[in-house]
């Protein structure tokens, strides 16, 4: 069993939707949770970076982690186009430790 | 089957040593890339190989060299060490697309 798991969709929306992309993990040791976002042929960069649990919001983006659980998710509002990308998420143990990474969601926002 | 595998784990080194990350895809991806990420998590791309020949190249200093000996193979020599290399350095691979990545290397320089 992967320790990060993240359906890779794809995913199709409807410009203007509520996209919900989601990872669970199965290692209660993770406390750092991020989210990056990936265009073609492009780096990562990073959207989100949050500890523990609870939301966190920022412009559009809301990312929520329910650690009791163990799952976090990422909202995007008023969904644009240009957020068409691959959403990863990432996690760790410890400020500065390795990352284990989602498979990344593919996502396409339609005008 | 971890898909992008990089060793070692952590490193722990003194400033003027010369050290190397390994990197092995097993993706049969042509492409390849090594990233620093900073204190804020930002990932930054140093480098990318596509089949065994560099193509991106970003402003690291040339104490950095990456080695690609086959197109499942990254390597990342660095050079006389310095403090401010401590970071963590993720490998990747990955076609037109997306990209896999490695769980990182966690290089500490004392």
């Known amino acids: 069993q992967k320790e990060v798991e993240q359906d890779p969709g794809p995913l199709s929306v409807p410009e203007g939707a509520i996209v919900s992309l989601n990872c669970t993990y199965s290692n209660s040791a993770f406390q750092y949770f991020m989210w990056y976002r990936q265009y073609s042929r492009k780096g990562p960069e990073l959207l989100m970076y949050?500890?523990?649990?609870g939301n966190k919001e920022d412009g559009r983006f809301t990312a929520q982690v329910d650690k009791s659980s163990k799952y976090i998710s990422l909202f995007i509002r008023d969904s644009q186009p240009s957020d068409s990308a691959t959403y990863l998420c990432a996690m760790e143990k410890t400020s500065g430790s390795r990352l284990t990474f989602g498979e990344g969601t593919q996502l396409t926002v339609n005008p | 089957d971890t898909a992008v595998s990089q060793t070692p784990k952590y490193l722990v080194t003194q400033m003027g040593n010369d050290k190397s990350i390994k990197c092995e895809q097993n993706l049969g991806h042509d492409t390849m890339y090594w990233y620093k990420q900073d204190s804020k998590k930002f990932l930054k791309i140093m480098f990318s190989y596509n089949n065994k020949e560099l193509i991106i190249n970003e402003t690291v200093p040339n104490r950095f060299s990456p080695k690609s000996p086959d197109k499942a193979h990254l390597n990342l020599h660095i050079n006389s060490l310095e403090l401010g290399d401590s970071a963590v350095y993720f490998c990747a691979s990955g076609d037109n697309t997306e990209a896999f990545f490695g769980q990182g290397t966690r290089l500490t320089v004392v």
């Open positions: 949050t500890y523990s649990s």
